[in-house]
């Protein structure tokens, strides 16, 4: 199921210039990809698009064969009538009562899921946010700085643990750590700014695994690539 | 020049601009009054408003009250004083239907279902009616009134009161139309005399200006007597219908009949006469009913000019 | 809490008054325009009493009358909130009802429920619920993205559980709003009485209206002010009572 | 969207005249009780153009008391949003005063103020304001904290900012309660009329009522009806200008 | 000007466990410091203590000489009414309008401060906040992720600029970039879970300035002391 969007030109109603001008990408299949491109360069706007929020831009975006795209963002706020777990338990399907606490230990939510939502710290709501959404039924999930607030250990956890739960989703991952996003992402979109062309280029990611010996070199090579294609 | 000369007056009515103050209004837009001088202004009164109180606050010089509105304010000190009374007998009636409800005198209105509102002076009235035929309260069924009629229309009420020369006539008109039969209870004839409108004025007013109270009075009167002259029904009709646009005229002809014979029920009665007699026992029925403090002395209340 | 409620009305009544008879001995009006203070104390002597229970009767439907047009505005608002034809028409319709004065559709109500408790509660109601409607129909139409995102994308969202979202946000001004709108019952029963009733405060205000007796009427609102007092200082503990239980969790 | 609104008020206007008519003839009930549609039309065409003009005499006085109880609520808003005694005490006579209904006050009105403009404007302000306060005080006494920490902690907070932020933030729901209100404005001046006017249509239902004429009073429903919804487009209107204006800022 | 708590301990009303207990931390003087440690642990609690918000707790903290504290966070807001220059002009001395200009520029934020605060992304919000808490009089600016949703190339820029610009007030910098904080902070508080004693550890950190050449072993030193004390 790739995901391809060709010759796609928007321009927010009463903003002076384009966000993207025939902007061009294509995401191959299930894995977990990047968005990545410094603040303000359309990370965002390009995820909406694939969501079908932001619809009437210039050009085609083509999915065949992936049914549902999940937006998630890290401003989101779960209802306050009740805490996290009571949350979890009535948007998880009974079958997934068993991922659902498999991922409440891996995010290092286990002594919080008691709470209620706003008396969570920061972190801590981006990944309970998280964890609803893993929780859905989803084809594509695009997490728009889902773990922003999330520290380095734990995010890190939480995506190994993603990729060997979902091996045949498609993830898009929305960071602005390099190194991150070097490191555990497939594909890597490089989001450039409107006065470069191509404006979108794509890098390949080292897509670490917890099984897999990471290669040092690999790496930094990757890393200079995209902070060169950014 | 002429107009400057004019001495300016408030004239606040009791209700609204209706036939109950057709000479009023008689005299105001032909004339009487500037010819005594005067420019008086005639207000239409209403629900929540109250002469007397006006004349005490100077808002008016003169006004139309009901005498028990008088007689209650008299009994808590307002300086006031009665110059001339409207209506002789008092258009407060109570319809029913002959057909329905036999009534032949006050003794029957045992066991009825009547119409009363109450603190209004309808209910002064009638239960000075039950008093004098002897009637105790838990003989009759009273019923609370409102301002719509469909109580008495659905027949749940036997006796409704109304005023004989202003609403009658249209619920009358209305009953004729269905076919139906119906009749007036007056309590005038059955003993009860209550007085209804007067003109009142302010004691200060008939002490220090005593020419403006008396030509004021002279052209109310004068301008009244005309206006009740049959002979000047068509003019008095049209000032009815120029200050009064929501009534129609068919209806308007029936009032003013109604009306003369109201205030001027036999030919040798001058129009605006004090009925002192009438007063004293409207005092005493406010008295015994404990709707005055205390007693009245209904004479020096009663202003005539020597 | 009861104390301050209480004793602010006290003041504001006191004011009234006070600025009552400084304007009848400042005019030397007489006691027909405004009583005395002498005949004020010896009506409430004789008055007091009866114009109590009067009062707790109309508090008793005014309590009533307030449920009934929460229910009201909740069902009002939740189908006005919609952006759909039937939503404006909901909208429309209550508003144009409420366009029209009680006094004018009075006569029609009657004629339809006949002059029983059910007129004087829907009359009440009516008169109660307009203002909640304003309120409830302005907080549950705005959407609040951060939450609903979820449940819209996941097709999860019923009107239920918006409706719940968007009241429990909102429950502060919801409170306010539904504590505020018991004076409104309280006006709105009284309104009923005194065009309706023989029974109940509005009533008896009726026939002092009649009787142009300030005295009693003066009475009459005192008593009303502090029932409604009373009723608010309820209101508002059980809200914030609420607001504390949900914070608190 | 006028077209709308119109429609949508002559769809309500008729079912409620059918409701009435088919109890008319449901129950066989007389003329009198209820008019025969023969006498409506009949009643229209006579007192259909000067019942407008009553009509649009009462629109002008309801622009003007809405105007008036716009700036009321806000000002009784800004200083009962504070927490402070003054705030709680200036609620407490919001409320209070609110209590009482407005036929027992009316007396005490005119005795200040005199029959004027002042008191009908006053009195249909009186009663349009109370549901416009509740909201006001709802949306002015929640702090938003996001936007308020920044000028809270470099001191920088002023009374007239903070409603400034709250009221722009909460500009939906304003503006819904706002145009809401409106009806109510219609409905105060009508009563003011009522009890006090010789003008406005308020007095022509007054009169109708008085000569016990149903079908006179379905026309002035009806031409109320209209107008109100009129007024209520036109800033419906004004609203959603001012908002597409502030979003497409 | 040092800071100093001493036995802090507290508790949130209704939480179940407290978030610290006997806590010790001294902050010295001007420089742009840090306050790192896992998610949850009570970065934002501390924080808001030392900006007097959070009170009533057990302990003291002493701060002599630090007349005034600032608190900003990544989800506040601008309002609405204006587009951001003018929001920054209103509360901008009319003497610091230069200074205004300048952090416009090296902020990136040239392009964007004509539009109303709702319409940027997410990383020019943070960054358009933290510029107004830069333009106020303030002896301590605690920026609780106040960068979180700009990139690091952004952010480096920033950090570098303000301590050039303020070299005499002092910042508390709370983030979850061990790089970024090793690299530019010069006292690095890191909170670990209450489990661990003392609860808070300081560490020295490079305190990179734009004129000096860093050293990449220092500043693997100093990551590797901070992920170890965390
Ligand atoms: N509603 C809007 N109206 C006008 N312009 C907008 C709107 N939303 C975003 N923009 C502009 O479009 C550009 C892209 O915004 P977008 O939010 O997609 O950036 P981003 O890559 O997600 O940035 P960040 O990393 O800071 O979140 C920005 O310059 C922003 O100012
Ligand atoms: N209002 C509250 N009531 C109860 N517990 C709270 C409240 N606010 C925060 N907590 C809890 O206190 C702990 C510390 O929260 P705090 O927000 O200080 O963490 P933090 O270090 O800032 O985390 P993050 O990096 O995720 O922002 C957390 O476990 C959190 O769940
Ligand atoms: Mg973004
Ligand atoms: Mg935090």
Redesign the interface.
Known sequence: MPIEGRHISYRYPNAAGEVFADLNFRMDGPGFHALFGPSGVGKTTLAKMLSGTIRGFEGTIADDGVRRVLYTYNLERLPGWSNVRAHFEEIAPLAGRRRMEELIETFGMEANVGSRFHRLSLGQQNRANLIRYLLQDFDLLIMDESLANVDEFTREKIILKVKILFPDRCFLYISHNVAEVAKFCSQVLVLRSRSRSPQLVAVQGCDHRESAESDPGLLERAMLEIVHAA | AQKEKLEEVNYRLKWLYNVSAVGDLYAETRGYFTRNGLKVNVKPGGPERDALKELELGHAHFGVASADQVLRAAAKGAPIVVLAQLFQVNPLHWIYRPDQTVFSGGEELKGKRIGVTFGGNDEAILRALLARYGIAESQVTLFSVRYDYTPFYEGRVDFWPLYLNAQAVIIAEKLEKAGETYAFLSPDRLGVRFVANSVVTTREMVEKRPETVKRFLTALLEGWRDALDPRNQDQAIQVLLDADRETPEAVVRKQLPVTRELMLPAARIEFGKIDAVAWKQTEAILRSQNLIPGSVDVESLLFTFK | MLH??IY??L???AIGLGL?LA?KYG?N???????SPD?IVRTCRTYGGPYLLAVLNTLAVAVLGHILSICLATVVAVIGRLTAWIG??IR??A??????????????I???LG?GLQSRLLIAAMICY??L???F???F??PIR??E??YE??G?MTWRLQV??RA??NI???T??IV??A??A??GT??AE?????AGI??S????????D?AK?LV??FL??VG??LY?VSLEWAGNALQKR?K??
């Open positions: 301050r409620r602010q009305f003041i504001i009544y009552l304007l005019l009006l007489s006691d027909y325009v405004i009583p005949e404006s028409f429309t319709a508003y144009n009802i409420q366009a029209y004065p009680i006094v004018a559709v009075a006569p029609i009657f004629i339809l002059d307009f203002p409607l304003l309120s129909i302005g907080v139409s705005e951060e939450i995102h979820f994308s996941t999860r719940k979202i429990f946000e502060q001004k919801l306010t709003v505020g709108s004076t409104m309280m006006v009284i309104v005194f065009i309706a009733a023989t509005g009533y205000i009726r026939i002092a209206l009649y009787q142009s300030l009427i009459a609102l009303i002010g409604t007092s608010l949900l608190s969790l």
